[in-house]
């Protein structure tokens, strides 16, 4: 699900930022390492030095696949779009490569069920805005949302398994005005593009009140042969709303009233139905009968002090059936992305590129749970399963992928790519210093020649005998970048 078919040009234009920083180049080997140290690091509550730390008996010590200054300048010099990318489509035109890879590769590699659901998630950002040289072009300031401040973000997800199959970041209202179909009202904008590849297949979208309006089921259905149904709640220009409440009163639990009209040859649905506050739809799609009876859960204490779990029956008609069952996929998406893998918490990203990206990788990582658990069937758990894609990630052994990409005007920085893994632990721990009774040993770094606290355990002999047989390097807690540099000069 992660669209692979960016992985050129992150490699090439990382590569470039990485050469004019004096940084040895990147590679896909390297990047898609970068990512499974990303996934890994959302299992395990430490600091990021002891993440790191090649010391640490209980952590993941992940210098063993990449060092913290290596990790850290490469969160800095990610760059996610081409070189000719046109910077006046849009003001995020920094990561729409991305967003576009996105869409794309879900229309070629996933085809959606019947249901497709439409709303909205969020990715985090209270750091530099559009006030400042390089902050976030576009933020959304909302004290209704669980993040008030936020760069947000439309998305289409499959009603059945769950998986988001398209998405498009929120712009300013200038701009939103120019993108396609915006003539139509900015909300019907945004659910014809969402659900424009699927255009004509006669699919049901459900909608929230943000989108449910009269005007917006009949445009969908006219303009893209999609069928709609949605829950109205403050866009009820000609919709019969008041008509409904006034006879809520009259009206028991569980029943429902519905209205049809024609309208440009469309058939219109409008239903209220009455549970403790009456429910409002309007759709293009379905008939007024009634549908599964919904079973609430209760629990009763009897005289023992002991509770008992019963199920409360409670009527309601099939539009309200249908919404209910499957409108919360992109609520239940955006909670495992968010809250289960929490990448954008995790990945402390000092740059809102890197933050968008974070919230798209968890979204590929969350698709691909899904995947794996609806569609082929796996009893798993979402820890289990990211553990496992972080393994196959940071261990990664594709032929070829360990082949840095460059243009013809980018030269190979003398410092190579890192090749292998190289375990460092602490002068300590070898042979030599503990037949010595060493309590706290340092030596010269093999790379800078300052004081170290390390040595590699794969590049030294370490004889007891021989104080030389050991190479000794900086450690991550240096800050420096010996590991790294060690690691390509061998």
Same mark, same amino acid.
């Given at each position: 699900?992660?669209?692979?078919?960016?992985?050129?040009?992150?490699?090439?234009?990382?590569?470039?930022?990485?050469?004019?920083?004096? $940084?040895?180049?990147?590679?896909?080997?390297?990047?898609?390492? &970068?990512?499974?140290?990303?996934?890994? @690091?959302?299992?395990?509550?430490?600091?990021?030095?002891? /993440?790191?730390?090649?010391?640490?008996?209980?952590?993941?010590?992940?210098?063993?696949?990449?060092?913290?200054?290596?990790?850290?300048?490469?969160?800095?010099?990610?760059?996610?779009?081409?070189?000719?990318?046109?910077?006046?489509?849009?003001?995020?035109?920094?990561?729409?490569?991305?967003?576009?890879?996105?869409?794309?590769?879900?229309?070629?590699?996933?085809?959606?069920?019947?249901?497709?659901?439409?709303?909205?998630?969020?990715?985090?950002?209270?750091?530099?805005?559009?006030?400042?040289?390089?902050?976030?072009?576009?933020?959304?300031?909302?004290?209704?949302?669980?993040?008030?401040?936020?760069?947000?973000?439309?998305?289409?997800?499959?009603?059945?398994? $769950?998986?988001?199959?398209?998405?498009?970041?929120?712009?300013?209202?200038?701009?939103?005005?120019?993108?396609?179909?915006?003539?139509?009202?900015?909300?019907?904008?945004?659910?014809?593009? &969402?659900?424009?590849?699927? $255009?004509?297949?006669?699919?049901?979208?459900?909608?929230?009140?943000?989108?449910?309006?009269?005007?917006?089921?009949?445009?969908?259905?006219?303009?893209?042969?999609?069928?709609?149904?949605?829950?109205?709640?403050?866009?009820?220009?000609?919709?019969?709303?008041?008509?409904?409440?006034? @006879?809520?009163?009259?009206?028991?639990?569980?029943?429902?009233?519905?209205?049809?009209?024609?309208?440009?040859?469309?058939?219109?649905?409008?239903?209220?139905?009455?549970?403790?506050?009456?429910? +409002?739809?309007?759709?293009?799609?379905?008939?007024?009968?009634?549908?599964?009876? +919904?079973?609430?859960?209760?629990?009763?204490?009897?005289?023992?002090?002991?509770?008992?779990?019963?199920?409360?029956?409670?009527?309601?008609?099939? /539009?309200?059936?249908?919404?209910?069952?499957?409108? +919360?996929?992109?609520?239940?998406?955006?909670?495992?992305?968010? +809250?289960?893998?929490? &990448?954008?918490?995790?990945?402390?990203?000092?740059?809102?590129?890197?933050?968008?990206?974070?919230?798209?990788?968890?979204?590929?990582?969350?698709?691909?749970?899904?995947?794996?658990?609806?569609?082929?069937?796996?009893?798993?758990? @979402?820890?289990?399963?990211?553990?496992?894609?972080?393994?196959?990630?940071?261990?990664?052994?594709?032929?070829?992928?360990?082949?840095?990409?460059?243009?013809?005007?980018?030269?190979?920085?003398?410092?190579?790519?890192?090749?292998?893994?190289?375990?460092?632990?602490?002068?300590?721990?070898?042979?030599?210093?503990?037949?010595?009774?060493?309590?706290?040993?340092? $030596?010269?770094?093999?790379?800078?020649?300052?004081?170290?606290?390390?040595?590699?355990?794969?590049?030294?002999?370490?004889?007891?005998?021989?104080?030389?047989?050991?190479?000794?390097?900086?450690?991550?807690?240096?800050?420096?970048?010996?590991?790294?540099?060690?690691?390509?000069?061998?």
């Amino acid at each position: 699900f992660f669209p692979f078919t960016t992985l050129d040009v992150i490699v090439r234009e990382t590569s470039k930022a990485l050469h004019a920083a004096k $940084r040895s180049a990147t590679n896909k080997h390297e990047i898609l390492k &970068l990512l499974g140290i990303m996934i890994l @690091m959302t299992r395990y509550n430490m600091t990021m030095q002891d /993440l790191f730390d090649a010391s640490s008996a209980w952590g993941p010590r992940l210098s063993r696949y990449m060092s913290l200054d290596r990790y850290r300048r490469l969160l800095r010099s990610l760059v996610f779009h081409p070189p000719d990318v046109d910077k006046g489509q849009t003001v995020f035109w920094e990561v729409q490569f991305l967003v576009d890879s996105f869409n794309q590769q879900r229309k070629e590699v996933y085809v959606p069920s019947d249901i497709i659901i439409v709303d909205e998630s969020t990715c985090q950002w209270s750091d530099k805005d559009a006030g400042y040289a390089d902050g976030c072009p576009h933020v959304t300031k909302s004290i209704q949302k669980p993040k008030s401040v936020c760069v947000e973000i439309k998305n289409a997800t499959d009603g059945r398994t $769950r998986i988001c199959i398209q998405i498009e970041l929120v712009a300013s209202k200038e701009e939103m005005r120019t993108r396609p179909h915006s003539h139509v009202g900015a909300n019907a904008g945004v659910l014809t593009r &969402l659900t424009d590849p699927w $255009r004509g297949s006669g699919r049901l979208v459900l909608g929230d009140f943000a989108f449910a309006s009269v005007k917006n089921a009949l445009y969908l259905k006219q303009n893209s042969g999609l069928y709609f149904l949605g829950l109205v709640k403050t866009a009820h220009s000609l919709f019969p709303k008041q008509y409904f409440n006034d @006879m809520a009163s009259s009206k028991a639990r569980g029943e429902h009233v519905t209205l049809t009209a024609q309208a440009d040859g469309v058939t219109l649905l409008a239903q209220a139905w009455f549970d403790n506050r009456p429910k +409002h739809f309007i759709s293009t799609w379905g008939n007024s009968v009634s549908g599964e009876p +919904h079973k609430k859960k209760r629990w009763q204490v009897d005289q023992s002090g002991k509770s008992k779990v019963y199920f409360k029956s409670v009527d309601r008609s099939h /539009l309200a059936e249908v919404y209910f069952n499957h409108f +919360h996929a992109i609520d239940a998406h955006n909670q495992m992305h968010r +809250h289960l893998l929490h &990448l954008e918490r995790v990945v402390r990203a000092q740059k809102w590129q890197v933050r968008i990206f974070t919230t798209i990788l968890g979204m590929c990582v969350t698709d691909a749970f899904y995947a794996w658990t609806k569609l082929a069937g796996h009893n798993d758990t @979402m820890t289990r399963f990211a553990l496992k894609l972080a393994e196959e990630l940071v261990e990664n052994k594709w032929q070829g992928w360990n082949v840095p990409i460059f243009d013809e005007e980018v030269q190979p920085s003398p410092q190579k790519c890192v090749q292998g893994c190289h375990t460092i632990l602490p002068l300590a721990s070898s042979r030599y210093y503990q037949a010595n009774s060493t309590p706290r040993p340092k $030596r010269s770094c093999v790379v800078c020649s300052k004081r170290c606290y390390f040595y590699c355990a794969d590049c030294s002999l370490d004889d007891p005998q021989e104080r030389s047989s050991i190479v000794a390097v900086c450690g991550t807690r240096s800050q420096r970048d010996c590991i790294s540099l060690h690691a390509t000069s061998q």
